[in-house]
């Protein structure tokens, strides 16, 4: 039973739009959140997190929402370059098991010069 | 640094053929992890290393056994490989207490099992 889903398997988007990567999750338990970032032949890299007792973290180009009510994740990456493209894991930590983390199926983000 | 390093990068096995995949990193992580990635499933755990000398089950345990050599190395083990192992691999070390953005990933090693 999959507990983190990222429902669309890919996404293209033109260099300087918004890209939105999404990620729904069924556990409410979950306390913390991250996405992590992975080109080919290599593994993933950490891109930026949230904690579940907020709704949005910037780091430049990339921002995390939560909405909790919703059980979703989304990740925008404004304006879309095209070293951004790889695939995109989101990843959630069940609440007091801190040496493990639940990831999604990932998305595959293709940015079209 | 190297940072976490992963031998082989590629292997193919014949169903039954045993093999072990290493992991070693040098950033003096306490906490240690194998993760396989199939297409359509994400990163799924396999075992987790706290703190040298502990090993813990993740979420598809079966088929693999692991070994915390010391601080630096953690191996994982296929005793009797199957088709189904056919996988991705990826080595993981993270500073034990700190947050998740600390976790390091390896670069993987790709298995094929025939």
């Known amino acids: 039973d999959q507990q983190v889903k990222q429902n669309s398997p890919s996404l293209s988007v033109q260099e300087g739009r918004i890209s939105i990567l999404n990620c729904d999750y069924t556990?409410?338990?979950?306390?913390?959140f991250l996405w992590y970032k992975k080109y080919p032949a290599e593994g993933p890299t950490f891109l930026i997190s949230?904690?579940?007792?907020?709704d949005k973290n910037e780091d430049g180009r990339f921002t995390v929402f939560l909405n909790k009510s919703a059980k979703h994740l989304s990740l925008h990456i404004v304006p879309s370059q095209p070293g951004d493209s790889a695939v995109y894991f989101c990843?959630?930590?069940?609440?007091?098991?801190?040496?493990?983390?639940?990831f999604g199926t990932g998305t595959l983000l293709a940015v079209q010069p | 640094n190297a940072g976490v390093t992963q031998t082989p990068k590629f292997q193919v096995l014949k169903t039954g053929q045993s093999m072990t995949l290493q992991c070693a990193q040098d950033?003096?992580?306490?906490?240690m992890y194998w993760y396989r990635q199939d297409p359509g499933m994400g990163l799924r755990l396999i075992y987790y290393?706290?703190?040298?000398?502990?090993?813990d089950k993740g979420e598809v345990p079966n088929g693999y056994n692991v070994s915390r050599l010391n601080k630096r190395e953690f191996s994982l083990r296929l005793e009797s490989a199957a088709p189904s192992q056919t996988s991705v691999y990826f080595c993981?070390?993270?500073?034990?207490?700190?947050?998740?953005?600390?976790?390091?990933f390896g670069p993987g090693t790709r298995l094929l099992v025939l």
């Open positions: 993981a070390s993270r500073d034990r207490g700190h947050l998740w953005e600390t976790q390091y």
């Open positions: 556990n409410s338990m979950f306390d913390y």
């Open positions: 949230i904690s579940s007792i907020k």
């Open positions: 990843a959630a930590r069940p609440g007091g098991a801190t040496n493990k983390l639940i």
């Open positions: 950033m003096n992580h306490n906490s």
């Open positions: 290393s706290a703190s040298e000398g502990t090993t």
